[in-house]
């Protein structure tokens, strides 16, 4: 049951460049998106996230796009740094009343940037 | 920055044994959630805890786990009678508002090995 989809395992980008990581959802009733990095022996680490009321979200270099209509987001980083390369996580909630809403993740992407 | 911590890092057990794994959430979070990673694959919710209560859980949660927050500050996991297919990373997570309010702040992980 893959209602979140990162269908490219791996990215390498240029340092300088951008990244742009890519997620897809099944659930139309998803209405808050998150993205997380991990390092290896690390937990998950917010980055950005994105309520389905709006379209884009930026914070720095990161900036995440919702397209809803057709169930994608997208995280571009601009611009990509060596620090950047760890996994990253598409991550999604659907809001539930009387509870704590719990998020479903993508399996991530591995992303690499090359000095 | 206030972090999520979890002990130990790194835990073995036998098959059939019980083992609690332990998490200090933020201080003033209210949300407290328990996910795991097998290897290779992706994170996966297991429970979320709110007012000394469970919120919600998956499937994979079942009569063999448990959670409990004995002390106000402490939130833990126990799995009673451990099988090889526990063997994971397991992360503890914490918020301060309902998903979709505020993100969730995961831990370094605990990896339960099971032999």
């Known amino acids: 049951d893959q209602q979140v989809k990162q269908n490219s395992p791996s990215l390498s980008v240029q340092e300088g460049r951008i990244s742009i990581l890519n997620c897809d959802y099944t659930?139309?009733?998803?209405?808050?998106f998150l993205w997380y990095k991990k390092y290896p022996a690390e937990g998950p680490t917010f980055l950005i996230s994105?309520?389905?009321?709006?379209d884009k979200n930026e914070d720095g270099r990161f900036t995440v796009f919702l397209n809803k209509s057709a169930k994608h987001l997208s995280l571009h980083i601009v611009p990509s740094q060596p620090g950047d390369s760890a996994v990253y996580f598409c991550?999604?909630?659907?809001?539930?009343?009387?509870?704590?809403?719990?998020?479903?993740f993508g399996k991530g992407i591995t992303l690499s940037v090359r000095p | 920055e206030p972090e999520v911590t979890q002990t130990p890092s790194h835990q073995v057990t036998q098959m059939g044994q019980e083992v609690i794994l332990r998490c200090v959430p933020i201080?003033?979070?209210?949300?407290f959630y328990w996910y795991r990673q097998i290897l290779g694959q992706k994170v996966e919710f297991l429970v979320s805890?709110?007012?000394?209560?469970?919120?919600?859980k998956s499937e994979i949660f079942d009569d063999q786990f448990s959670v409990e927050r004995p002390d106000g500050s402490n939130f833990t996991l126990k799995i009673r009678s451990t099988k090889l297919e526990d063997s994971a990373m397991y992360f503890c997570?914490?918020?301060?508002?309902?998903?979709?309010?505020?993100?969730?702040?995961f831990g370094n992980g605990t990896r339960l090995t099971v032999t």
């Open positions: 805890f709110y007012n000394n209560e469970i919120s919600e």
């Open positions: 991550a999604a909630s659907a809001f539930a009343p009387g509870a704590n809403s719990k998020l479903t």
């Open positions: 201080s003033n979070h209210l949300y």
């Open positions: 997570a914490s918020s301060s508002e309902h998903v979709g309010g505020s993100p969730l702040h």
């Open positions: 659930n139309s009733m998803f209405d808050y």
């Open positions: 994105i309520s389905s009321i709006k």
